[in-house]
């Protein structure tokens, strides 16, 4: 199993990333998505600015896929980022995985989530519907509990 990552400014079609990582397949059980939304934060939020290292950002994400299938038995995996501006209600996070049972497609699809929330080296701005722009948006003790669960 290859896992499938890209860094990406334009959207993803989650039906197609599902239907592309199981055509043919009939020994796959389980498909677990995971889409992450950029949220409005109240009415406050006109965008989402998300910078990475190019080339890094690819290279840490395919390590935690890497783990994760050492970790469980998957049968497929597909982790798309994007960049740049990302209005609300705006997909910015796709995790796939599948195997051949429920458990570890759950399992890997939270292990990955929490870790592209701690490790993957991108950064968050808040674009602001005043017309004024946010600081970077800090690290969350939360996201940083979530992954040393694993």
């Not at 934060?41 to 998300?50: H, P, S, V, Y």
């Not at 935690?64 to 960049?83: D, F, K, N, Q, T």
């Not at 996201?143 to 040393?148: F, H, P």
């Amino acid at each position: 199993m290859t896992p499938i990552i890209r860094i990406q400014r334009e959207d993803f079609d989650l039906a197609a990333e599902v239907a592309a990582l199981t055509a043919g397949r009939a020994d796959i059980g389980a498909v677990v998505t995971f889409a992450g939304l950029c949220r409005d934060e109240g009415g406050t939020l006109r965008a989402l600015e998300l910078e990475h290292y190019p080339g890094m950002a690819e290279a840490e994400i395919g390590l935690v896929a890497e783990e994760a299938a050492a970790r469980w038995p998957l049968s497929g995996l597909v982790a798309i980022h994007r960049y740049g501006l990302v209005a609300p209600g705006e997909q910015i996070v796709l995790v796939v995985t599948t195997s051949a049972h429920r458990r570890a497609a759950f399992e890997a699809a939270e292990f990955l989530m929490d870790y592209l929330k701690t490790r993957a080296p991108f950064w968050k701005r808040e674009h602001l519907t005043d017309g004024t722009t946010g600081g970077w948006v800090e690290a969350k003790a939360d996201d940083d509990a979530a992954a040393g669960r694993w």
